[in-house]
């Protein structure tokens, strides 16, 4: 008796079982990568938004010297070149408590902006090395990075950070930024 040998009929199955393994695995990697970015973006926005509020110094001396606390106050920066001091610290002390979480961290740019009257002074620093830029405009015409119109002293400050890919090894570039007004009593 000579035994014939079945068709591979159901090789089709396997083949399709297969790329059905292979289809979840890359999803699952996706989503894993996907949660690490996200993770990432979360904490940098909490940093970020800690560092610039705490940059936000008001001259209280000014302020209450004048005794502008019955008007209309207008607010100013205790000291600019403070201000981007806060926020580096603030930054740096953030990214340092994460050790191999973000490569190639760096200040973007950091500015400040001072509402006297109808006036705008725009101080710009930008690179880790904080070069500083001073402009003047008028309200209503200045506009942050973000595209809001300036209209009250404020801070603007972006961040630039690589993170590594869990796929290949390979580095992902990101970019954050946030702008935040300083407000008294209104």
């Known amino acids: 008796m000579v035994k014939r040998r079945k068709k591979a009929s159901s090789s089709i199955g396997y083949v399709f079982l297969f790329l059905t393994v292979m289809l979840l695995v890359i999803i699952t990697m996706y989503m894993m990568q996907v949660a690490k ?7 940098v926005d909490d940093a970020l938004t800690g560092s610039v509020l705490g940059s936000l110094v008001a001259d209280d001396e000014y302020y209450f010297l004048t005794y502008e606390t019955t008007g209309n106050p207008i607010i100013r920066f205790k000291d600019v070149d403070e201000s981007f001091d806060i926020f580096s610290d603030c930054m740096y002390e953030a990214v340092n408590e994460t050790v191999d979480y973000y490569y190639n961290f760096s200040l973007d740019s950091f500015i400040c902006y001072e509402v ?7 101080t710009t620093y930008s690179g880790n090395g904080g070069r500083k830029f001073v402009t003047l405009g008028r309200v209503g015409s200045v506009r942050t990075p973000t595209g809001a119109v300036v209209r009250e ?6 961040v630039r950070f690589d993170i590594r890919s869990i796929l290949d090894g390979s580095f992902i570039t990101k ?8 407000e008294i009593n209104q």
């Open 37 to 43: 970015l996200m993770t990432h973006q979360h904490h």
């Open 116 to 122: 006297e009257g109808s006036n705008v002074t725009v």
């Open 153 to 158: 002293t404020s801070a603007y400050g972006k």
């Open 175 to 182: 970019t954050k930024d946030i702008y935040c007004t300083l």
